[in-house]
């Protein structure tokens, strides 16, 4: 599969006011030196790693072919530093070193050499150094996200070896976990999964909210959505949330659409890319915002854009009721390939309809409101009508009237099917072979099931899913979980996977909303 979301011929509307509004809230960000907790070799052959002899690290040093992995005990999104001396006869050419950062501890047996995925290998991150003069302080230049910091001998010479010394990185981040409102809990696994998540956000908590620091390291619509309100129970950094709104409302092609993701280096720009759900998820967004902060004169002043995606998705809706943006626009809802997205498309446009009424009604516009009531209306029935199946008793979507769970989840968060009804509809799909396959899906899936009163149920899916990413290893929470494919990656391999993904870390919130944990910001 390869994906292409790019639109021709865009023309990029700046709003100068707006982007200055952003700027101006571009936060100062905490540093903290790390060092490792542990330093381990292995040979390459075996997937096992032992403590280095005390000769070899300190007198003999490492030579060509030798592996040394640094564990720093937690994923961070890091600088990464280091002294490297040699040992033995004078230096008689450059130490070649190659080192790899690793989110998880597959990733140190992984060999990528030969990723040929549609996204650039660029985002694999590895380096290859010549060191022409020992001793010598390597500061890297990039960020990285990693655990482990893993460095291979390409080549010394015959006359010397080399030994690292004063090895540590520098964490960075816009929040430090530990001001992270508590969640109340005795339940060790819950308590376990909300320490992973709130330190997933944390990782994408920089001068944006970034989807996830080893890639695509930028703001993304849809994942600042979760991103947002998980952040309102946990580091309430309201102004982070305010600089993106700004960013996004700032940076519209001309038509007034909202991208996807915009970058913020060297001056704030918007990618090409449109995704229809995303730009519509600027409507609940900005609501959301506005009842975690009641910062009313922004959300007066951005909600003519956020109700202009509404405009523009309307204009997609045909005769039937249905909207129908294919060859025009596209969807996300998920990485699953095989998903049909027509039935979840609609949903979410009857769901930002919602939100656009409690828009209007925030900005005292009775007249736009009741124009949302009455489309919502509409599409809602028009949604019963083409994508309920009787027979089956579930909503289908597209020509091969497909069955999914998204189809179903989005339905119930659009309050096309309440309470009981909700809750046995969830349970006819729950076989479903048309697998929901990352973690954003999978939030989406938790809340339909709080929304049709099933909390133990969605307690048990938090534990299963996410719970398993623990179990397999996470310190942060992944990009994509398929715990029936291990090695799924919608990009052609694993090894561009991203294993620190903000749009994962929701348990935060839901668990606070579950626990009581008040919002305000
Ligand atoms: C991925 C990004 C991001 C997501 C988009 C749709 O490449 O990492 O998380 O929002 O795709």
Same mark, same amino acid.
């Given at each position: 599969?390869?994906?292409?979301?790019?639109?021709?011929?865009?023309?990029?509307?700046?709003?100068?006011?707006?982007?200055?509004?952003?700027? #101006?809230?571009?936060?100062?960000?905490?540093?903290?030196?790390?060092?490792?907790?542990?330093?381990?070799?292995? @040979?390459?052959?075996?997937?096992?790693?032992?403590?280095?002899?005390?000769?070899?690290?300190?007198?003999?040093?490492?030579?060509?072919? @030798?592996?040394?992995?640094?564990?720093?005990?937690?994923?961070?999104?890091?600088?990464?530093?280091?002294?490297?001396?040699?040992?033995?006869?004078?230096?008689?050419?450059?130490?070649?070193?190659?080192?790899?950062?690793?989110?998880?501890?597959?990733?140190?047996?992984?060999?990528?050499?030969?990723?040929?995925?549609?996204?650039?290998?660029?985002?694999?991150?590895?380096?290859?150094?010549?060191?022409?003069?020992?001793?010598?302080?390597?500061?890297?230049?990039?960020?990285?996200?990693?655990?482990?910091?893993?460095?291979?001998?390409?080549?010394?010479?015959?006359?010397?070896?080399?030994?690292?010394?004063?090895?540590?990185?520098?964490?960075?981040? #816009?929040?430090?976990?530990?001001?992270?409102?508590?969640?109340?809990?005795?339940?060790?696994?819950?308590?376990?999964? @909300?320490?992973?998540?709130?330190?997933?956000?944390?990782?994408?908590?920089?001068?944006?909210?970034?989807?996830?620091?080893?890639?695509?390291?930028?703001?993304?619509?849809?994942?600042?959505?979760?991103? #947002?309100?998980?952040?309102?129970?946990?580091?309430?950094?309201?102004?982070?949330?305010?600089?993106?709104?700004?960013?996004?409302?700032?940076?519209?092609?001309?038509?007034?659409?909202?991208?996807?993701?915009?970058?913020?280096?060297?001056?704030?720009?918007?990618?090409?890319?449109?995704?229809?759900?995303?730009?519509?998820?600027?409507?609940?967004?900005?609501?959301?915002?506005?009842?975690?902060?009641? @910062?009313?004169?922004?959300?007066?002043?951005?909600?003519?854009?956020?109700?202009?995606?509404?405009?523009?998705?309307?204009?997609?809706?045909?005769?039937?009721?249905?909207?129908?943006?294919?060859?025009?626009?596209?969807?996300?809802?998920?990485?699953?390939?095989?998903?049909?997205?027509?039935?979840?498309?609609?949903?979410?446009?009857?769901?930002?309809?919602?939100?656009?009424?409690?828009?209007?009604?925030?900005?005292?516009?009775?007249?736009?409101?009741?124009?949302?009531?009455?489309?919502?209306?509409?599409?809602?029935?028009?949604?019963?009508?083409?994508?309920?199946?009787?027979?089956?008793?579930?909503?289908?979507?597209?020509?091969?009237?497909?069955?999914?769970?998204?189809?179903?989840?989005?339905?119930?968060?659009?309050?096309?099917?309440?309470?009981?009804?909700?809750?046995?509809?969830?349970?006819?799909?729950?076989?479903?072979?048309?697998?929901?396959?990352?973690?954003?899906?999978?939030?989406?899936?938790?809340? #339909?099931?709080?929304?049709?009163?099933?909390?133990?149920?969605?307690?048990?899916?938090?534990?299963?899913?996410?719970?398993?990413?623990?179990?397999?290893?996470?310190?942060?929470?992944?990009?994509?979980?398929?715990?029936?494919?291990?090695?799924?990656?919608?990009?052609?391999?694993?090894?561009?996977?991203?294993?620190?993904?903000?749009?994962?870390?929701?348990?935060?919130?839901?668990?606070?909303?579950?626990?009581?944990?008040?919002?305000?910001?």
């Amino acid at each position: 599969m390869s994906v292409n979301w790019t639109m021709k011929q865009t023309k990029m509307l700046k709003n100068e006011n707006y982007i200055r509004k952003a700027q #101006a809230l571009i936060p100062n960000l905490y540093y903290r030196k790390e060092t490792p907790v542990s330093c381990l070799e292995y @040979d390459g052959a075996e997937k096992n790693l032992t403590v280095p002899g005390q000769n070899k690290e300190k007198q003999e040093g490492y030579g060509k072919g @030798d592996r040394i992995v640094f564990d720093f005990g937690e994923n961070h999104a890091a600088y990464f530093q280091f002294t490297c001396r040699s040992v033995g006869s004078p230096q008689d050419a450059p130490a070649f070193l190659h080192i790899k950062f690793c989110e998880l501890e597959k990733e140190i047996w992984e060999d990528c050499s030969d990723y040929n995925g549609w996204i650039s290998k660029a985002w694999l991150q590895e380096e290859w150094l010549h060191i022409d003069e020992t001793p010598s302080q390597i500061n890297m230049a990039r960020r990285y996200a990693f655990r482990y910091a893993v460095i291979t001998v390409l080549d010394t010479s015959r006359k010397f070896h080399v030994i690292f010394e004063d090895v540590e990185r520098t964490a960075v981040s #816009a929040v430090r976990t530990e001001d992270a409102v508590p969640l109340p809990t005795d339940d060790p696994l819950l308590k376990q999964i @909300d320490e992973v998540s709130v330190r997933t956000l944390a990782n994408c908590m920089q001068t944006v909210f970034e989807d996830g620091p080893k890639r695509d390291r930028r703001l993304w619509l849809g994942d600042l959505r979760l991103q #947002a309100l998980t952040n309102y129970r946990t580091f309430q950094n309201r102004d982070l949330v305010k600089r993106c709104l700004y960013l996004f409302a700032g940076l519209q092609n001309q038509d007034g659409m909202i991208p996807a993701c915009v970058f913020e280096r060297p001056e704030p720009h918007m990618d090409d890319t449109f995704l229809l759900d995303y730009a519509l998820f600027f409507i609940p967004l900005l609501v959301e915002y506005y009842e975690h902060t009641s @910062d009313f004169d922004t959300v007066a002043e951005l909600a003519p854009h956020a109700l202009h995606q509404l405009e523009l998705a309307m204009q997609y809706v045909n005769s039937e009721g249905i909207i129908c943006a294919e060859g025009e626009y596209h969807c996300f809802i998920d990485w699953n390939e095989k998903l049909d997205k027509q039935c979840s498309m609609q949903a979410v446009l009857i769901y930002c309809l919602e939100s656009a009424r409690k828009l209007c009604l925030l900005i005292r516009d009775p007249k736009q409101e009741a124009v949302c009531t009455d489309r919502k209306e509409q599409l809602l029935a028009a949604a019963r009508r083409t994508f309920w199946d009787s027979r089956q008793q579930v909503f289908v979507s597209g020509q091969a009237r497909q069955v999914s769970p998204a189809s179903q989840v989005w339905m119930i968060l659009a309050g096309a099917v309440q309470g009981q009804e909700a809750a046995e509809l969830l349970d006819r799909v729950s076989d479903c072979p048309i697998l929901m396959v990352t973690p954003y899906m999978h939030h989406f899936y938790v809340q #339909a099931l709080l929304l049709s009163g099933e909390r133990q149920k969605a307690i048990r899916h938090l534990k299963g899913y996410w719970g398993g990413m623990i179990q397999a290893g996470a310190d942060t929470f992944w990009e994509l979980y398929n715990p029936e494919n291990p090695e799924e990656s919608p990009y052609g391999s694993a090894c561009i996977n991203s294993y620190c993904h903000a749009w994962s870390c929701t348990p935060a919130w839901l668990l606070r909303e579950m626990h009581g944990v008040s919002n305000s910001v």
